[in-house]
């Protein structure tokens, strides 16, 4: 009787109803998060309880109970029926290694942003924010066990990854496609995707990224594609950050792709591009079955 109920709205109305859903989704998450944690944020557990509440509440219940309104198959709804060939993943995967001194040198021009001297106030307030945000970060990452590893995948990698495809790509790209175009609701959800880190100074190689993971979920079909992208990004990552604060002797590829290994920037760049031409031809081939 539920399921479907209102899948004859229109994309505006659809719009008001993920609004509603997500105010009563964040008052309840900040509910548990109270209860799980007695608002104690010093405790790094706590954090890591609050993140993992978070990412659940506000990024994967809402694109579920959402697509569960809006049709009688939410799964397909939502792309995630849609089957995928080994090449696909793989090239993705590739693409996606080969891309950090790309990303990296983009960060690198994004960080030289300067605002006018009458912002100053928001450029303090943006720079104290990016500050907060990459000392949380160190502190989830700084972890010495494969126990600890294994979660932070999950939590850092795994669940964002789910979490943030099913809600930017599989609902607000989906819904701007309907409202307005393919392309609008690429760029437009891949801005909002970026905008909602509050990570100012990262802003520009992360809603390339979001545009990218959209680009993927057009072309193949698949919101597994993107989910896949987004969740290799991110493990990378924690991975490197583990070995790092292992002291591992790892290349930090955090600077990969500046300073001195500029070139490496400008050659990830060329290839970056080169390989999204390459998937995109190779989804296209398996589109025509040939």
């Not at 008052?27 to 405790?43: E, H, K, Q, R, W």
């Not at 290694?97 to 006018?116: C, E, K, S």
């Not at 990016?130 to 939590?155: C, P, R, V």
């Not at 801005?191 to 979920?217: C, E, K, T, W």
């Amino acid at each position: 009787m539920i399921k479907g109920i209102f899948k004859e709205s229109g994309a505006f109305s659809k719009i008001l109803q993920l609004i509603v859903v997500l105010i009563f989704v964040l008052l309840f998450t900040l509910l548990i998060v109270g209860l799980a944690t007695n608002n104690d944020m010093s405790d790094i557990r706590n954090l890591k309880i609050m993140q993992l509440i978070q990412s659940v509440g506000m990024f994967v219940v809402p694109p579920l109970t959402l697509a569960f309104l809006w049709s009688e198959k939410p799964l397909h709804y939502l792309q995630l029926t849609t089957k995928l060939k080994l090449s696909s993943i793989l090239l993705v995967v590739v693409l996606m290694i080969v891309a950090i001194p790309f990303i990296n040198l983009i960060t690198l021009l994004n960080q030289q942003m300067a605002l006018p001297d009458f912002l100053a106030p928001v450029e303090t307030w943006m720079k104290n924010s990016e500050a907060q945000a990459a000392a949380l970060t160190e502190k989830m990452l700084n972890i010495h066990s494969i126990d600890g590893l294994l979660f932070n995948i999950l939590l850092i990698a795994m669940i964002p990854a789910l979490g943030e495809e099913l809600f930017f790509r599989g609902t607000i790209q989906k819904l701007l496609t309907e409202w307005r175009s393919a392309i609008a609701g690429i760029w437009i959800a891949a801005f909002v995707f970026s905008a909602i880190h509050l990570q100012f100074y990262g802003f520009f190689p992360r809603m390339l990224l979001g545009a990218f993971f959209g680009y993927l979920l057009v072309w193949s079909g698949s919101l597994w594609l993107p989910i896949i992208a987004h969740f290799t990004n991110n493990a990378i990552a924690v991975i490197f950050y583990y070995l790092k604060y292992n002291d591992y002797q790892v290349v930090d590829i955090d600077v990969i792709g500046s300073g001195e290994t500029l070139w490496l920037g400008i050659v990830g760049g060329v290839l970056t591009v080169g390989g999204i031409i390459l998937i995109k031809k190779n989804l296209k081939s398996q589109e025509k079955g040939l």
